[in-house]
């Protein structure tokens, strides 16, 4: 005991202060390690349909600014480095957006690394309460949480008057959330049945993405535009 004590005088407090730093640091990235080898290699692309999930599956792999929509029942996957980029490979994996077609989410969860939802910010209101299914459905997943999944959630069509800020686009699925909560919750009590879902947002508190878990972000683009910047940073800050 003597010369650990010893030890420890021999030392200025500002050593032991870098020190126990360094060891945080340590913790703190050994942690994300831990939760990025967890999650796949996958980028999930999710989203109502005609939010210009093909268009933007397109733009990332090819550059192409083609535009319309392709309806599919299948999960159109492909591996590629970012258009302007020498790599390293994103698998990108734009899911469909058919309410039908829920099951296809939980086949390809235990392979993502991150998932993106898509929405259209100039018809944004007739299509919420579905964003807000698929939000809602993510964020329940125990597996999801366990994983820290990262969210990003891209409100396209920005370059048009008429487009939703960002801002309200994020409070509405807050406040849809939240009516799917209650409603769940519910539903529940009635079945009085358990399920698999984790709790979603802090239990007696409005639901507010800040209360989950996962890193969740909002951003805005115009993929007609060409601007799609928010979610080439965001692609490539995870998949190095």
């Known amino acids: ?13 500002e050593f032991v202060f870098l020190g126990c730093l360094l060891i945080l640091l340590v913790l703190i990235v050994s942690t994300k390690s831990f939760l990025r080898k967890k999650r796949g290699d996958g980028f999930l692309l999710l989203g109502p ?42 698998r990108l994996v734009d899911l469909p957006g058919h309410q039908r077609l829920r099951g296809l989410l939980d086949k390809h ?32 997943k125990r597996s999801v949480q366990r994983s820290r999944l990262p969210l990003l959630v891209v409100c396209n069509k920005m370059d048009r008057s008429s487009a939703h800020t960002v801002d309200f686009i994020r409070k509405r699925l807050e406040k849809e959330i939240e009516q799917l909560r209650n409603t769940r919750a519910a539903m529940k009590d009635i079945a009085k049945n358990s399920t698999s879902d984790a ?13 989950c878990p996962n890193s969740i972000s909002f951003v805005g683009i115009s993929v007609t535009q060409n601007e799609i910047g928010p979610v080439y940073d965001f692609i490539k800050s995870h998949n190095s």
């Open 1 to 13: 005991m003597n010369l650990i004590q010893a030890i420890l005088n021999s030392y200025t407090p």
């Open 199 to 211: 709790s979603v947002g802090k239990t007696g508190q409005p639901f507010q993405f800040i209360h």
């Open 109 to 140: 969860l235990p392979s993502a690394r991150c998932a993106l939802i898509l929405l259209d910010a100039v018809d944004f209101m007739p299509t919420a309460r579905a964003a807000a299914d698929t939000l809602y459905d993510l964020l329940s």
């Open 49 to 90: 349909c005609g939010a210009g999930k093909t268009s933007l599956f397109l733009q990332l792999s090819t550059g192409s600014l083609q535009q319309g929509t392709v309806t599919s029942l299948e999960p159109n996957e492909s591996a590629f480095c970012l258009h302007g980029t020498k790599g390293p490979t994103v």
